[in-house]
Each structure stands twice: as C-alpha cells, then as structure tokens.
C-alpha cells in the first residue's frame, strides 16, 4: 500500500527559508522509474508543480522559481525535502507531495500541509 | 511553459447525463517517442488531487469505465458517461510531454 505524508512548520515569516518533508511508504525511490514531485495549490486556486526528484537523482524544477528551490531525498528512510528561500506570501498554499511513475505520471499523492507565509 | 486551456471553467450536470470537459493546448503534445503526456485529475472538495486517465485515454485502476479520456496533438476531451454524485469536484488536465510539467486551470464540476 502506497502512502505519502507532508510535514512542514505550518506558519512563517517572510524571508525565512521554508523546510518541506514528504515520508512515504509502500515504495522506494531507488526503484528504476520512480520519483516523488512537490506540487502547490494557493486557496481557491489551481495546481503548480514545484519540483521532481528521481531513483537515479536527477531533478527538476519549475523554472519560475528554480533559484528558490532544493530537493533532495533519503532513500534509506523513505523521505524527500523541499526547501524553498526567501518566501513571501505568495508562498501560502497547500504543499502535497505525489509519486510520479515515469511515463505515467502521478499514480499517489499525500494529504497536503498547509503553509501560511505571514509577518 | 505549455499553457492548458481547459473549458467550461464551471459545469452544471444533473445525475445521469452525460457531460465533456474540454482541454487545449498551446502546443502539441506528442512526444518525440510516440507518447502523448495528457493525464486528467479529479480533486474533489478538501481533498487532495487523484488521477483518473493517463496518456489521454487510460483509466487508472479503481476508475469506473464511465470515465473516457480522448484527443491527439492540441485537443484534448474527457467525458463522464453518466455523471454520479461522486463525481462532483474538480477536474484538471496536465501534460509533461514538455518541460515544465504543467496543469489546466481546471474545470468545476457541479450537481444540480
């Protein structure tokens, strides 16, 4: 059974670095094909992909915001970070975290945790 | 970026009918390989996103064949054969034939 599950701080204050963890199980992400991906989605508003991550450590990231973020990944403990700086308002969404199967798209996607960026 | 036009942006649909939501995009997307990356999502209220049909036309496991997903190149169609009450939500289309990966703005779905 394949689950994911966001953790973050909940609330900060602009020009603070936000710290993102997505714990999954049910696979691995040393598993030819597999990725994990961050997608945002503001209140009352669409989706936005963030970044993706992959088996063989390749990354990608949305370029409108490529400088402000970092992904990285723990495969022995099942974990994928994102790390967005400088964050502003506009940084306040949901966060999910989703498996992107290569080829397919994103087959699971956690819960969401919501971000409020505020001073 | 490949911009995905999805419309109506709002549906209204009384249980039973059938009903089309309508995705074009900027660009066309077939892929050098052969593959077309055009997958839809339903995301109903407070909940998180799930995916229904993948490379245009294939349903995800558990998604009822009342779901059919369809188009080539630019022109894109899902369609509910039969709309049920769990149906209500929103639908989005999403392509990643081109980088960066890329969502419609979405199509609501409402029960009358």
């Known amino acids: 059974q394949v689950t994911l599950k966001e953790s973050g701080p909940g609330i900060l204050q602009p020009s603070q670095t936000l710290s993102l963890t997505c714990s999954f199980s049910g696979f691995s992400l040393s598993t030819s094909g597999i990725c994990v991906s961050w997608i945002r989605q503001p209140s009352g508003k669409g989706l936005e992909w963030l970044a993706t991550i992959c088996w063989e450590d390749s990354k990608g990231y949305n370029p409108s915001l490529k400088n402000r973020l970092t992904i990285s990944k723990d495969t022995s403990n099942n974990q994928a970070f994102l790390k967005i700086t400088s964050v502003d308002t506009a940084d306040t969404a949901i966060y999910y975290c989703a498996r992107f199967y290569t080829g397919r798209g994103f087959d699971y996607w956690g819960q969401g945790v919501m971000v409020t960026v505020s001073s | 970026d490949v911009v995905l036009t ?5 549906l209204l649909a009384t249980i039973g009918q059938s009903v089309s939501i309508s995705c ?31 490379l245009v036309s294939k349903l995800e496991s558990g998604v009822p064949n009342r779901f059919s997903g369809s188009g080539s190149g630019t022109d894109f169609t899902l369609k509910i054969s039969g709309v049920e009450a769990e149906d209500l939500g929103v639908y989005y289309c999403m392509q990643f034939t081109h980088y960066p990966l890329t969502f419609g703005s979405g199509t609501k779905l409402e029960i009358k």
Do not use: E
């Open chain 2, 6 to 10: 999805q419309t109506p942006p709002t």
């Open chain 2, 24 to 54: 074009r995009s900027s660009q066309s997307l077939l892929h050098s390989n052969g593959n077309t990356y055009l997958n839809w999502l339903l995301q109903r209220t407070g909940q998180s996103p799930q995916p229904l049909i993948y």
